[in-house]
């Protein structure tokens, strides 16, 4: 499944300080700063960290606040970083019996009104991508500038690399008839079955979408090249970076340059494209 990464599986134990010396950060547990919002039924786990403008940041499927720990640091010197646990990952749970891109974008946009921000700067990772362009078609006044790595706008085989699709399908039939026994399972499920039947995203409703959007996908990413620059020419104010020598997990494998690119360019005026 694309979001189930080996990468993001060893991020889930990250932690960084943001000096030598000092007891580190553990993103994503952090008692000093993190707070749960009652959001739209459901309770969200945030963490906000440094001063400035509002940045809001979006996890992938079966992830967290932990797996932005590379970045947080940085932004948080120059941003007022919100980050949080989606609905049924992390630390915030969720009873519903599935999940919609919709429903995640709504929450985000709630977070934001319960944290009296008007509108901020996203960062959306994978699943978290997506989630930031919906929330960019639904709440066009909640967002700034957006910047989405490994977003994919439907589900079939068109929009991954070679062999991605093939392996979620075959995850699919050996499992569509299992009864799930522990509560863990059945969210575990839940969550494949997220990306396995969504998003259902047209290239014509990306029109929609004013705000300037950096397009992301790394050289060889479970996202394929071709679909990312689809969304990116059905951007009205779009810009596509496509990482050399990189995976899905573009703001891992090189969290510096990933920082300070999508850094310049929130800071960056954007202009139309022509």
């Not at 319960?114 to 997506?130: F, Q, T």
Request: glycine share 8%.
């Amino acid at each position: 499944m694309k979001a189930i990464l080996t990468a993001l599986a060893v991020l889930q134990v990250f932690v960084t300080g943001a000096v030598a010396g000092e007891m580190p950060i553990a993103y994503g547990d952090n008692p000093a700063v993190g707070r749960y919002y009652n959001i739209r039924g459901f309770r969200m786990y945030c963490e906000v960290y440094g001063k400035g403008g509002p940045l809001l940041m979006i996890h992938g499927n079966h992830g967290s606040i932990k797996s932005f720990a590379p970045n947080i640091p940085y932004f948080a010197a120059r941003y007022k970083v919100i980050v949080a646990d989606s609905r049924a990952q992390g630390k915030s749970t969720d009873p519903g019996p599935t999940l919609t891109f919709e429903r995640m974008a709504d929450d985000e946009a709630a977070l934001l009104d319960a944290l009296h921000v008007r509108a901020a700067y996203v960062i959306g990772w994978s699943d978290g991508g997506i989630v930031a362009l919906r929330l960019a078609m639904r709440h066009p006044d909640k967002v700034i500038k957006l910047a989405a790595t490994g977003a994919n706008l439907w589900p079939d085989a068109s929009a991954f690399a070679p062999g991605v699709w093939e392996a979620d399908q075959k995850h699919y039939e050996t499992n569509q008839h299992t009864v799930w026994t522990t509560a863990k399972q059945r969210n575990d499920w839940k969550l494949f079955m997220l990306d396995w039947t969504q998003p259902h995203i047209s290239l014509a409703s990306l029109h929609s979408i004013r705000c300037p959007a950096l397009v992301i996908c790394g050289d060889h990413d479970l996202i394929s090249i071709e679909h990312t620059m689809q969304i990116f020419r059905s951007l009205p104010r779009g810009a596509l970076w496509v990482v050399p020598c990189s995976g899905h997990a573009t703001l891992h494998e090189h969290a510096a340059e990933f920082n300070r690119v999508v850094d310049e360019f929130f800071s960056q005026p954007f202009g139309n494209r022509r």
